[in-house]
């Protein structure tokens, strides 16, 4: 698929969260559009959130933190002793439906929870703002750096966590159109919530500093 040109998404207006099967603009679909996602918002993302974030676009954002959740489980399952939940039918299954629960229900269900609380905390820090689909996307692809937090190497996840928050305020910088100072006012309990709970990062840091005697 040919890559497409996007409208600054700081010009967008207000919208409702909405799904596009065919936008007229968004991000590329399929693996290799996500693919190129990950290393465009992780090399340039001041570029990525100002021109790959539009109005109306959520479904390539849902699906990639539904991807980077996924990898980020079955990491652990694979190399974490004793992360495999038991539900039944054996260590596979589980791992399986385990999975399962995180792609349909858990990530989804992650990801609009805390658009929900950004866009209140947004809306009293920032009046002219973009719509909810683009702070679902923001959260979403600033999650990219996680895909790698699932190895068990605590100070590999803590940079992970580090680098995702940023990306999370960069983005809200870029795509609601305000300074870095508000972004991360408003950024700053969503990134806790998603960085630092869900991906692990408060346990990763407490570990790193422990292991250089720092507490």
Do not use: K
């Not at 495999?84 to 858990?106: D, E, F, K, R, T």
């Amino acid at each position: 698929m040919s890559q497409l040109s996007y409208p600054p998404a700081h010009l967008a207006s207000n919208t409702v969260t909405t799904w596009v099967d065919t936008p007229g603009a968004g991000r590329e679909r399929g693996p290799i559009g996500l693919g190129r996602a990950w290393v465009d918002v992780l090399v340039h993302p001041r570029r990525f959130f100002r021109t790959g974030v539009v109005p109306g676009d959520q479904a390539p954002g849902l699906v990639f933190a539904v991807v980077v959740a996924l990898v980020y489980v079955a990491t652990r399952f694979l190399l974490v002793p004793g992360s495999v939940p038991a539900i039944q039918g054996g260590p596979a299954l589980s791992a399986l439906l385990a999975l399962l629960a995180v792609g349909l229900l858990v990530a989804p269900a992650t990801l609009h929870l805390t658009a929900a609380v950004q866009t209140l905390l947004l809306m009293v820090l920032v009046r002219d703002r973009a719509g909810v689909s683009e702070t679902v996307q923001t959260i979403a692809y600033a999650t990219a750096p996680c895909a790698l937090a699932g190895v068990p190497v605590p100070e590999l996840r803590a940079v992970c966590a580090l680098y995702g928050t940023f990306l999370l305020l960069v983005g809200l910088a870029e795509v609601h159109g305000t300074t870095l100072t508000r972004a991360a006012v408003a950024g700053v309990l969503p990134g806790s919530l998603v960085f630092g709970y869900a991906f692990g990062g408060f346990g990763a840091i407490v570990a790193v500093a422990r292991a250089w005697t720092l507490i």
